[in-house]
């Protein structure tokens, strides 16, 4: 099932707020309904506008609720300010020159103060910038050093920090995730390539988004463009994966065929920090639908955004869940 929602004219962390707060919408930048009613309280429009002139903007994921409740206590000194705090996300980019303000990760917090009903992102506390150690990133005009242009998620699990980023792993195209860990945020390790079963490292993995399962593993949404085939149109798609540990993944597994253009899929999924995986049950993904800028520049405007039902399996190793096939190797 596929309903429609609401389509702004705007990129960046848009949608990762629907539905982050119940109650009536308040943003002085208007309001709007997602697909499931109107008690969505933060949306597309005033994300974007709190968010505008920094690179969160860019990349921002929200974390979800275990997530936000260590993350209060590792800002404890700031425990009244805490108070305020709706949401945290994590987001950034890297610059050498740090010009545009891309300074690295950061985590952020959006707040709504006492007597007020406008929300505002703050930016709380640094993480990591690209000298960070262990970053994979091949291409020549960055000299090794992580930019961070893709999404990064934040994740709470088994007693340690997941700090997920985009890893690039050739001179052009090629992307995949990396992932740092830690016990503590001022103290990450360092980065470690993501591995999802059967897929290469020529294969676009554009980014994941990180949940946590209510079976004590993490899930993986990811957009992925399988691996050129001479002859034939690149195949792709949104996918979902497992892991017990937050680096190994198995086979993932095709939730929404999508159609490729220069390696990037045309569909992509919307982080929402609020899913509940249980498997065997159904699920709700909000999608950005038949991107315009990841389409070739004739195609008729299709863009939007929809809440999609999926089923998630028994088992997510070798099942497909959406009767087509899962990615694997290609020989």
């Not at 968010?51 to 936000?68: F, S, Y």
């Amino acid at each position: 099932m596929v309903s429609d929602t609401f389509f702004a004219r705007s990129r960046g962390a848009i949608i990762q707020l629907a539905g982050l707060a119940e109650g009536p919408a308040t943003s002085s930048s208007g309001s709007s309904a997602d697909a499931r009613g109107s008690k969505s309280c933060v949306m597309a429009y005033p994300t974007q506008l709190l968010l505008q002139g920094d690179q969160g903007a860019h990349n921002m994921c929200l974390v979800d609720a275990e997530t936000k409740a260590k993350i209060d206590v590792a800002l404890r000194p700031h425990a009244e300010r805490n108070r305020q705090v709706v949401a945290y996300g994590v987001g950034g980019q890297y610059d050498e020159s740090q010009r545009n303000c891309r300074r690295g990760l950061h985590i952020y917090s959006l707040e709504a103060p006492d007597e007020s009903s406008v929300y505002s992102f703050k930016q709380r506390s640094f993480l990591i910038d690209g000298h960070h150690k262990g970053c994979i990133e091949l291409r020549p005009k960055l000299q090794g050093i992580g930019e961070f242009d893709g999404q990064s998620a934040l994740i709470y699990f088994k007693a340690q920090w997941f700090l997920y980023a985009r890893a690039n792993c050739a001179t052009k195209g090629h992307r995949q995730v990396q992932v740092c860990v830690g016990e503590k945020l001022s103290s990450l390790g360092e980065f470690k390539y993501v591995s999802f079963a059967g897929v290469p490292l020529c294969a676009d993995v554009y980014f994941a988004h990180v949940y946590r399962t209510q079976h004590d593993t993490l899930a993986a949404v990811l957009p992925m463009a399988e691996p050129p085939v001479a002859d034939q149109p690149t195949q792709g798609g949104i996918y979902i994966a497992e892991s017990s540990d937050g680096y190994n993944y198995g086979p993932p597994v095709l939730l929404r065929r999508s159609s490729v253009y220069l390696r990037r899929t045309a569909d992509i999924p919307m982080h929402y920090p609020s899913i509940a995986l249980m498997k065997g049950t159904s699920f709700e993904l909000p999608l950005h639908l038949c991107v315009k800028s990841r389409m070739p520049t004739d195609a008729p405007c299709r863009e939007r955004f929809a809440w999609c039902t999926f089923s998630l399996a028994s088992s997510l190793a070798g099942v497909d869940i959406s009767g087509m096939s899962i990615c694997r190797r290609r020989t």
